[in-house]
C-alpha cells in the first residue's frame, strides 16, 4: 500500500518539474544556487543574502506545487502572489546586480552580478505569462500553480 502511495507521489512530483512552470522554478533555484556560491566566493559576500531568500521562496513555491497545497489554500490568490514573488525577485536581483557589476572588480563577484542579471531577466519575463492578454485587470495561474483539476 505504501509503495502506489509513494509512486503517486513520485509520478505527482515528476510531472509537475517536467510542466513548464516546474521548469522555470528548478532554473530560478538552479541560477540562485550558482549567485549564491559566487557571491560567497566574492570579497564582498554580503549580498549572499537576497540569494539565500531568494532560493528560499522559490523552494517554497515547487513545495507548495508539489503537494498540492496550492489548491486547498483559497484565501490566497495564487496568480498575484507568484507575480509579485517575481516582480520584486526580478528588481532586487537586477539592482543587487548591476552595484556588484559596477563596484567591485573580483572575478566571483562579476560573475555572481551577470548571473544575478541573468536571473533577474528570467524573472521579468515570468510575469508576461501570469497577465492575461488584452489587458484585464485579472490575473490568470500559471500551469501547476493555482489551477483547477488536472492542470498539472
Not at 528548478?26 to 557571491?39: D, F, M, R, S
Amino acid at each position: 500500500m505504501e509503495s502506489s502511495g509513494n509512486r503517486g507521489c513520485a509520478g505527482g512530483c515528476g510531472a509537475f518539474l517536467r510542466s513548464r512552470k516546474g521548469l522555470v522554478l528548478l532554473g530560478e533555484i538552479a541560477l540562485c544556487t550558482v549567485a549564491l556560491l559566487c557571491y560567497g566566493a566574492s570579497r564582498t559576500p554580503g549580498y549572499v543574502g537576497l540569494a539565500v531568500c531568494e532560493l528560499i521562496f522559490a523552494s517554497i513555491a515547487v513545495v507548495l506545487c508539489i503537494t498540492g497545497l496550492h489548491h486547498r489554500v483559497a484565501l490566497v490568490h495564487w496568480g498575484w502572489t507568484d507575480f509579485i514573488r517575481c516582480v520584486v525577485g526580478c528588481l532586487l536581483f537586477l539592482i543587487t546586480s548591476l552595484i556588484v557589476i559596477i563596484g567591485h572588480r573580483d572575478g566571483a563577484g562579476t560573475a555572481a552580478g551577470v548571473f544575478g542579471c541573468w536571473r533577474g531577466s528570467c524573472w521579468a519575463t515570468m510575469p508576461t505569462s501570469v497577465c492575461p492578454p488584452g489587458g484585464g485587470t485579472a490575473l490568470r495561474p500559471l500551469v501547476g500553480m493555482g489551477g483547477r483539476g488536472g492542470e498539472q
